[in-house]
């Protein structure tokens, strides 16, 4: 019947019997028990972060890089509330954590006590499941049950609301077996007869496109695998979401770069011209649709999703297949090849195809003597690829440059706030997974204002010990929202410049971290080789043009054919639609 | 796809009898902007572990295909049916309506609550109570001549519904 023990007991008990061995937290009153029963073994190793947001965002690193389960443990109250953001950043990009939150004792709940707050009412919307665990002997099985809500379907956070007084009683546990959920129970395997009409679809296309995303990554190293398998036996062009980069080769002759708002020329072309689009473990953002009465407009259109809720979302698909999309790619192929399909002649799509990318729409031109931030992510992409490093990043255009000029080969290697689009979450996000892969380079390519937004983690880093590198684009303005203002709003920069910004070579010396600056090109390479060069934590501040802007872009409210290509394109002031768009 | 003319669906939603369910059911309709015209939630098995939830909702076709989707991925959620398009159901509402007046306003609400087999569950000299089940519509019908004859207020159960035949949805 297994052993009396007391709830925080059973959580550490139960958190090693799930095979976790980093938790993210910090503590505070309605979790002491908790931390007092991690001080008394060995086995699970706290990571002290400074702020319950990075705790989140380095489960989230974590989790990504690894495939496993990130871990949270935060008290009740501001503990919970501050872990808001990475929990809905986590639930928008199907990252798979499990959230532990300290709660005031059931006899206080609900009488506005010190620290309380209505944790999973907050939570509710942000997360896959939440639970409020009211006796101790719920809390072995809400934790299995958690881990496997977690990590199963589409992967998300799950929130445990644990009540102190819960912590201290004791209860018997047991490690249960094969956990199966009474009511939940995602689709893994496609529907078959859904699979071969979708293989006949492909065979009989002329221009197909494979238009893939976050699932392959979330699938498992194998889905990434049976893509590019995939890719290979249909011949079709291959384009990734901000989320999928990764899933196959950057330099596969088939892949066409990242498509969207950002994405490249020939990617959302071939989009817009395809005659079949099978679409991998996306969800068609309005980021990658553009203008949606003009998305794809003569395509069919397959959807192979584990979330039948992203069917039909925005954009009518002609044949949804819901199942995990590596399980769905292997059957495919297993039919593909049954059936003796062999690639169909696509010599006129991909001359159309040749046609788009001659347009070198990642091309940047240099002009003056400033650095271009462009340069100095592709200097750094050239630099340090044979490592083959993980790269996190901030939000804003550092972020796009860095998806459109930092090559990925493999996935798990490329960890970025997507849907959320949370600034602050690359230097956490790094140092999960710095955790997760100790021997590693681990790089947050940021912008100089939104490593401001969690800088305090330098601390977490220095203190385990974290090799982490931060590579700052600064040109002293919110790019992004620098860009839009001078691209919608007639070049009104409200706001937008980064004023009184700290020296972060001392500000990295202080926190015991080396910090080098980047003045212009002619110290880039030295400045990227001493980065690398130093076994420490390192902060490169890179001092780049200021007023660059990012394209190629779809504006808001227009469609794939749309695209500024570059600044001759610009148009000054937008229209009230198109402003009103994000 | 939102510009597509509006249904009225009927939703039958078994779900774990535990706490904060029906928030979650309520939330995701607000937090996704889908329409709630009636909400009905009561436990329904021996073992105090099912609940049902009957919603009347309205939306264009792909809005409630979604509304399904979004309601099926819920972790608490058994099952959900969509009455409207299984076929034949049966659906019912019951209201408690109040009445004041004398003389002949009073006559004349008793007549047409006989005529609406509507009961009277309360009475004094100057008011009635009715209670009236059926159709949304009648139960509509019944509060619009009411109006006429002295409504003062009414408390309405919202529609549960079940589908007609031997078998369980």
Redesign the interface.
């Known amino acids: 019947m297994g052993t009396e023990m007391t709830g925080a007991d059973i959580v550490v008990q139960a958190l090693t019997d799930l095979g976790v061995e980093v938790v993210f937290g910090y503590p505070g009153g309605a979790v002491l028990p908790i931390y007092d029963a991690l001080f008394q073994q060995n086995r699970i190793r706290h990571i002290l972060v400074r702020h319950e947001q990075a705790a989140v965002h380095a489960a989230e690193g974590y989790a990504r890089s690894s495939g496993k389960v990130g871990v949270v443990l935060v008290t009740s109250g501001p503990g919970a509330t501050n872990a808001v953001t990475g929990i809905t950043d986590a639930l928008m990009d199907s990252i798979p954590l499990v959230v532990l939150t300290g709660q005031v004792p059931t006899h206080l709940i609900g009488t506005d006590a010190f620290q309380e707050c209505d944790t999973v009412g907050i939570t509710r919307h942000c997360s896959k499941h939440n639970y409020l665990v009211q006796e101790t002997a719920r809390l072995g099985p809400v934790l299995h049950e958690a881990f496997y809500i977690a990590r199963s379907g589409r992967p998300g956070p799950v929130v445990i609301d644990i009540p102190k007084d819960v912590q201290i009683m004791k209860a018997r546990y047991t490690k249960p077996g094969v956990i199966s959920h009474k009511t939940y129970k995602p689709q893994v395997k496609g529907d078959l007869a859904a699979i071969e009409a979708a293989v006949d679809m492909l065979a009989a296309a002329e221009r197909p496109i494979l238009y893939t995303g976050g699932g392959v990554i979330n699938s498992g190293p194998v889905a990434s695998q049976l893509l590019r398998e995939l890719a290979k036996a249909t011949g079709a062009p291959v384009t990734s979401t901000l989320m999928g980069l990764g899933s196959v080769p950057d330099d596969h002759p088939q892949f066409l770069g990242m498509l969207g708002m950002h994405g490249s020329y020939e990617a959302n072309m071939a989009m817009n011209k395809c005659d079949l689009m099978l679409c991998l473990g996306a969800r068609f953002d309005d980021r990658v649709t553009g203008r949606l009465d003009a998305f794809s407009p003569t395509s069919r259109k397959i959807h192979v999703d584990i979330d039948r809720s992203s069917f039909n979302k925005t954009v009518r698909v002609d044949l949804a297949i819901q199942g995990d999309v590596g399980s769905v790619m292997e059957d495919m192929l297993k039919v593909w090849r049954a059936r003796g399909h062999r690639a169909a002649d696509q010599k006129a799509w991909w001359e159309q195809i040749k046609g788009w990318r001659s347009r070198n729409s990642f091309g940047f031109e240099q002009k003056g003597e400033a650095l271009l931030p462009q340069k100095a992510i592709q200097r750094l992409y050239e630099m340090t690829k044979a490592r083959k490093p993980i790269i996190s990043t901030e939000v804003g255009q550092h972020q796009m440059w860095a998806a459109q000029h930092f090559g990925f080969h493999e996935p798990n290697k490329w960890l970025t706030s997507g849907g959320l689009g949370t600034m602050g979450y690359g230097l956490p996000a790094a140092i999960g997974a710095q955790l997760a892969y100790p021997g590693a380079l681990v790089i947050d390519i940021a912008g100089e204002a939104s490593i401001q937004m969690n800088i305090q983690e330098l601390g977490t880093a220095t203190q385990y010990r974290l090799p982490v590198k931060v590579f700052i684009i600064n040109n002293e303005y919110m790019g992004m929202v620098r860009q839009w203002q001078e691209l919608n709003h007639g070049g009104r920069y409200s706001e937008s410049y980064s004023d009184s910004l700290p020296d972060f070579v001392k500000l990295a010396e202080a926190y015991g971290w080396k910090g080098i600056t980047i003045e212009g090109p002619d110290d880039l390479d030295a400045g990227i080789q001493a980065m690398i060069d130093h076994p420490g934590p390192v902060m490169v501040d890179c001092r780049v043009a200021k007023l660059a802007n990012c394209f190629p872009m779809i504006p808001s409210g227009a469609s794939h054919t749309d695209m500024i290509l570059s600044a001759a394109d610009e148009r000054g002031e937008a229209d009230d639609d198109a402003k009103a768009l994000v | 796809?939102k510009h597509l003319p509006s249904e009225r669906h009927t939703l039958s939603i078994l779900v774990?009898n535990e706490?904060?369910v029906l928030?979650?059911i309520v939330?995701l309709f607000s937090?996704r902007g889908y329409n709630i015209e009636s909400l009905t939630v009561a436990d329904v098995s021996d073992d105090h572990a099912v609940s049902r939830i009957t919603v009347v909702t309205n939306g264009p076709p792909?809005v409630i295909?979604?509304i399904m989707?979004?309601l099926?991925?819920l972790?608490?959620?058994?099952k959900v049916v969509d009455l409207t398009d299984w076929g034949p159901h049966v659906e019912r509402e019951m209201a408690l309506v109040k009445v004041a007046g004398t003389g002949d306003k009073r006559v004349e609400a008793l007549r047409l609550a006989d005529i609406f087999r509507a009961r009277p569950v309360d009475t004094s000299t100057a008011s009635f109570v009715f209670e009236v089940s059926g159709s949304s519509e009648k139960v509509n019908q019944f509060i619009a001549l009411m109006r006429e004859v002295g409504l003062v207020e009414v408390a309405r159960t919202g529609v549960v519904a079940i589908a007609r035949g031997a078998e369980a949805v």
């Open positions: 796809m774990d706490a904060g928030a979650r939330g937090a792909p295909d979604q989707a979004q099926d991925r972790v608490p959620v058994h």
